[in-house]
């Protein structure tokens, strides 16, 4: 397809308008045709942009290896780029639109000289729903190219949609000189633009994911009375055949991934199933029913490799079997990846993430281990890989939601599993969810860090006008879901997890299932209300009485020290918090002081 061949004239402009500034030697539209693709991909190889694996245990498979100073999001260098500050918020990086286009246009200028620039149309959610959006991303990054094909439906069925005058989000994007002195990842609200320029890491560069998907789309839901939250989807069946569907929000290293595609346990298999709707982004939509219903806006998976394997994930590890990019892993000479964690055998050849000769125990001249993937490598691959899949995920309208789970870690503080008392407190819940930093994190190990709704860097404006969003969003709703706040991670007095996790989790959402359908009763107690000892089906673990109420133990004390802790947080963002948060935060005090 030919630029001249499109039919939306002001798409045609801003594209000759952004290759010219850049340069551009070509311009190639991609229209989404396996045709195209496979040419994509032979040129990538032959640029060395991607390396061919072995294609009899990976078909369709290749590897892509980032620049050393490119691997992993740089939240310092993303800015939202508003009019005035206030609407960036306390926890948003800001820049005004005037000063950010004049940054970013000098970095991007002649920076494609010599290299083709490639026009991607992706539809974020099913094509053609009235819940998705459009856009299209401008780039000279063939991985790019080849993972937004990936992760979404791209192509020329998206400019079909389009027509001659549809609204799209411009997602500019450039590799440049991949200098992190000349990095910008931009947000521009106002305008339903994003520019990238410096960066080929994932995040950075596949606009349509959390640039677009959550920053700019949770500015739209705020204005269109909706919501874009960094939330799996996930379906569990019942055994009277019915699937209740559920979104969850938590912050990396706490399970999102493994808990959307869980495996129920062997004893649960023949009546209990789970289906993935996402494992990364939902998009919130009020039903003229009075319930609450979302879509996965996405069409892939970009997840991360190290401790991903058969016992972490299954369902994972059938994914990436077939039509996958890896990003930074170990390589091998016949064609094979491998990363820490993986319970494959670790090749004797390899090379690390770096491109440099690696084997397993290799250490640094200080005796510390060196790590053959990198700690953020990934994999890319299409949700339709994945063995629960939902076929409910290419529903125009997705699917009802009854419940919405919260979740960090915790090693001492928060019980297994608690629900709200309403929405209220619920969005106070979420407002102040954290986990303990972990010895591999930079800051100290066991150092709080609060992440509400698991969006702080990725809410696209000012957090006290979020907050205020999901306070007015769940009274509207007739049916609002019930809120809950779960805990994989409490550990007893010989520093061992309490609980098994993994597909064992079913048993906590076997609970909240119930829950929600008003089949068991719950004990009420200071922080929310928590499972009666007989309704959590505990059958074929090896949890006695002592490590049940450790599990939920609330702990006077420790609550009080918490409490200080989220005030500290909550004074942070500003005079403009909105008065429910702070009045559940006074009431829980009030309750734990009862104690």
């Known amino acids: 397809m030919k630029l001249e061949e499109l039919n939306h004239r002001e798409l045609e402009r801003w594209i000759r308008e952004m290759a010219a500034l850049c340069a551009a030697s070509e311009i190639i539209i991609v229209d989404g045709s396996e045709e195209q693709r496979k040419k994509l991909i032979e040129r990538a190889l032959q640029n060395e942009e991607l390396i061919k694996l072995d294609q009899d245990k990976y078909p369709n498979c290749y590897y892509h290896r980032s620049s050393p100073t490119d691997v992993a999001r740089t939240e310092h260098l993303t800015f939202i780029c508003t009019p005035n500050e206030d609407q960036a918020g306390p926890t948003n990086n800001w820049m005004s639109p005037k000063i950010a286009y004049e940054k970013a246009r000098a970095i991007f200028e002649d920076s494609m000289r010599g290299r083709a620039m490639y026009v991607i149309p992706f539809s974020m959610g099913p094509i053609g729903s009235p819940r998705s959006k459009i856009g299209v991303e401008l780039t000279d990054s063939l991985y ?34 991949r200098d992190p002195k000349k990095r910008l990842i931009l947000h521009f609200p106002q305008d339903n633009t994003i520019w990238s320029v410096g960066s080929g890491y994932g995040g950075n560069a596949l606009l349509g994911k959390k640039c677009l998907a959550l920053r700019i789309a949770s500015h739209q839901a705020r ?13 569990i069946g019942d055994p009277d055949g019915n699937t209740t569907f559920i979104t969850g929000a938590f912050p990396s290293a706490c399970g999102k991934t493994n808990l959307a595609m869980l495996i129920p346990p062997e004893q649960f298999k023949k009546k209990w199933s789970i289906w993935t709707m996402g494992d990364d982004i939902g998009w919130l939509f009020p039903e003229t029913n009075g319930w609450l219903w979302a879509i996965n806006p996405e069409n892939g998976m970009f997840g991360v490799a190290p401790g991903t394997n058969h016992q972490s994930n299954p369902n994972a590890m059938k994914t990436i079997e077939s039509d996958t990019i890896f990003t930074n892993v170990v390589l091998n000479s016949d064609g094979h990846v491998w990363w820490e964690e993986l319970d494959d055998e670790p090749p004797t050849d390899g090379v690390n993430w770096q491109g440099l000769p690696w084997y397993l125990g290799m250490k640094d001249a200080k005796g510390n281990i060196i790590n053959g993937a990198h700690p953020n490598s990934r994999f890319t691959a299409p949700i339709k890989n994945c063995p629960s899949k939902s076929q409910r995920t290419d529903w125009p309208n997705g699917v009802q939601i009854s419940a919405i789970l919260f979740g960090g870690r915790r090693n001492t503080l928060a019980p297994l599993v608690y629900e709200a008392r309403d929405w209220e407190h619920g969005v106070y819940i979420a407002t102040t969810m954290s986990s303990e930093v972990t010895a591999a994190q930079e800051r100290g190990q066991g150092e709080v860090r609060y992440d509400p709704m698991a969006m702080l860097p990725f809410i696209g404006y000012n957090i006290n006008d979020y907050l205020s969003h999901w306070l007015r969003f769940g009274k509207r709703l007739k049916h609002p879901p019930r809120i809950f706040h779960v805990n994989w991670f409490r550990k007893g007095e010989n520093g061992q997890y309490l609980w098994p996790g993994y597909g064992d989790n079913l048993r906590v959402l076997q609970w909240i299932v119930k829950r929600v359908h008003g089949q068991v009763a719950a004990i009420e107690t200071p922080i929310g209300f928590m499972p009666r000892p007989e309704d959590l089906d505990l059958a074929g673990l090896n949890i006695g009485e002592k490590e049940l109420n450790l599990l939920f133990r609330v702990d006077k004390d420790e609550w009080m020290i918490e409490l200080e802790l989220r005030e500290k947080f909550l004074e942070k963002l500003g ?4 008065v429910s948060i702070y009045k559940q935060h006074l009431l829980l005090k009030e309750r734990i002081e009862k104690m």
Not at 223 to 235: F, K, R, S
Not at 575 to 578: I, R
Request: hydrophobic residues 50%; proline residues 2%.
């Open 144 to 177: 790019v190219v080849l993972s937004m094909l990936i992760m979404t439906r791209a192509g020329k069925e998206v400019l079909d949609v389009l027509g001659i005058d549809g609204e799209f989000t411009r997602c500019m994007h450039g590799l440049a000189e």
């Open 223 to 235: 204005q269109e009375n909706w919501l874009a939250e960094h939330m799996l989807i996930m379906g």
């Open 575 to 578: 005079m403009t918090l909105p």
